[in-house]
């Protein structure tokens, strides 16, 4: 059974920071692309960012562009989200997602082949 398990969400003030690991099992994960969506209450869910299969590429929205950082270790099957700067705007349920290529998680209408089950992330102001 394929899974991927997202911790480290929690409350924070503004300013702060929180860290995401989304853990995969199920399966290798080593030659898919990885990456992080969130929902806010009342909204789509959205794209954050992404990390090609070989860790050579990264992409962000432009929203998190200096705040967020992707990273994996594929050794752990496991992939990262690195918060910084948190906003109040930033509060919504972070799901992690796997994908065979990167275009399924960056495309308009991402299509991931996995989700994870999600992680409450709250900033307070």
């Known amino acids: 059974q394929v899974q991927l398990v997202e911790s480290g969400g929690g409350l924070v003030q503004a300013g702060g920071s929180l860290r995401l690991s989304c853990a995969a099992s199920g399966r290798s994960f080593s030659t898919y692309a990885m990456g992080w969506f969130r929902q806010a209450p009342g909204k789509e869910r959205e794209f954050i960012a992404a990390m090609s299969w070989s860790g050579g590429g990264t992409y962000y929205t432009d929203s998190v562009k200096g705040r967020f950082t992707i990273s994996r270790d594929r050794a752990k099957n496991t992939v990262y989200l690195q918060m910084n700067s948190l906003k109040p705007e930033d509060t919504a349920v972070y799901y992690c997602?796997?994908?065979?290529?990167?275009?399924?998680?960056?495309?308009?209408?991402?299509?991931?082949?996995?989700w994870g089950q999600g992680t409450q992330v709250t900033v307070s102001s």
């Open positions: 997602a796997a994908g065979h290529s990167i275009v399924v998680l960056t495309a308009t209408h991402a299509a991931p082949d996995y």
